[in-house]
């Protein structure tokens, strides 16, 4: 295999080939993800995949000859902003679906934004808007003259909105977005070296690609309020289980009467609070949202025992949380809202929510995951009968 991959690869015969297939193959991965992020509604990806792609395409076909030429630093620095912007735009973006207006019009500024700078640089006007810029483009490295301040402002201007998005929203998408944007630039700091960006943009289509991976598991596996893994995650994990593990199951108490007391959408805080306190329970369990007000705690390899003083201390730990609730009475205008904090402070309301919990591990009578979960639920069940706020372990 390594004789062939090698006779492939640097064989005379063979090289040119394998060079043109490996310069094409960012151009292939981009229609790829093109593609399935259409299919799939991932508008954003299939953005920075036009942006990247088109990137590619300036470089292969403009950028091959001597940065020296004034009409090529022009293409070059148009590039390397363009590039950089329109992550960043695409990082900020909200996801809207693919093929709806808004993504069209997205897609031909992107476009319609190269497809200027193109026309500029073949048409003879690139000295001319070079010449404009002429105070920011002198060389910041002595060996690297095409780094300069207008490549530096526009580095660390896309590079910081990129950071922000990607600590403000978490996900997969902006992680791939600021790789995308890393990867991007170090091509063009490195602009020297033979076929880097053929590698470096391959690499870079293959980040996007286990973001959208990322991005469909999570659609699949994660709950999108609390953020735990969901139920189809559980049966996944309860399928690997071996003979030692005990199940929790856990319910909030009088849910029903807080949603209607307070509101759905307090409601929904209380379940996103109540997940984050399981995210830290103790004893290595994994938290799952089973569904409506309803959690599972899975803890391989420990039994009741063992796990009984950790979930009593989850139960204790939400039981001492004082949740703030905003008076929903008070006005949504800011300005006015301010004023009534200022004349009434106790528009703020402190509640306090309990947990009930059921518990069960595994035993020869109930082998199965299921079946540990149905004594869980009856033992969560009973918890419900003595009065909620505590834990009852069963085992049969
Ligand atoms: N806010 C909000 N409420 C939900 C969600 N899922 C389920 N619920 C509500 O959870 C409540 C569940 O109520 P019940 O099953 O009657 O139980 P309970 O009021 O918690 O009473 P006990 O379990 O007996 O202590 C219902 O009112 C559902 O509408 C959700 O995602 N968000």
Redesign the pocket.
């Known amino acids: 295999m390594i004789f062939i991959a090698y006779f492939a690869i640097e064989h005379p015969l063979t090289h040119a080939l394998t060079q043109n297939i490996a310069k094409a193959l960012p151009y292939y991965l981009s229609g790829a993800l093109i593609l399935i992020s259409l299919t799939f509604n991932r508008s954003r990806l299939a953005l920075a995949s036009v942006n990247i792609c088109l990137a590619y395409a300036v470089i292969q076909q403009g950028l091959q000859a001597a940065l020296t030429e004034q009409s090529n630093l022009y293409l070059y620095h148009a590039t390397v902003i363009l590039f950089g912007l329109h992550l960043a735009l695409i990082g900020i973006y909200r996801e809207r679906g693919s093929l709806t207006g808004w993504g069209i019009i997205r897609v031909f500024f992107i476009v319609s934004s190269y497809l200027l700078v193109w026309w500029i640089y073949r048409s003879g006007y690139a000295d001319a808007v070079f010449r404009l810029a002429l105070e920011y483009t002198h060389p910041l490295i002595t060996d690297k003259y095409w780094i300069t301040p207008l490549w530096l402002a526009s580095f660390l201007f896309t590079g910081l909105i990129l950071m922000i998005v990607a600590i403000w929203k978490r996900s997969s998408i902006e992680f791939a977005l600021l790789v995308s944007w890393l990867t991007g630039h170090l091509v063009f700091y490195d602009f020297s070296e033979p076929l880097i960006s053929t590698y470096l943009f391959t690499m870079l289509m293959l980040a996007l690609f286990v973001a959208f991976v990322q991005i469909t598991y999570d659609l699949a596996f994660v709950d999108t309020?609390t953020e735990l893994p969901g139920r189809r995650a559980l049966l996944e994990k309860m399928g690997t289980l071996g003979n030692r593990y005990s199940i929790a199951m856990l319910?909030?108490?009088?849910?029903?009467?807080?949603?209607?007391q307070y509101g759905?959408?307090?409601?929904?805080q209380?379940?996103k609070l109540v997940a984050s306190k399981m995210q830290k329970v103790r004893g290595k369990g994994t938290s799952y949202r089973y569904?409506?007000?309803e959690f599972t705690v899975l803890f391989p390899g420990k039994s009741v025992n063992e796990v009984e003083p950790h979930l009593d201390e989850l139960r204790a730990n939400i039981e001492h949380y004082q949740m703030v609730i905003r008076d929903q009475n008070r006005s949504k205008d800011k300005k006015s809202g301010q004023n009534q904090r200022g004349q009434n402070a106790s528009d703020k309301k402190i509640v306090q929510i309990t947990i009930?919990i059921g518990c069960s591990e595994r035993t020869d009578q109930t082998p199965d995951p299921l079946e540990v979960m149905k004594v869980a639920d009856e033992a969560l069940y009973e918890a419900?009968g003595q009065g909620?706020n505590c834990v009852v372990c069963k085992v049969v």
């Open positions: 309020l319910d909030v108490d009088h849910f029903k009467k807080f949603n209607d759905h959408d307090v409601g929904d209380v379940l569904g409506g007000e009930s419900k909620r």
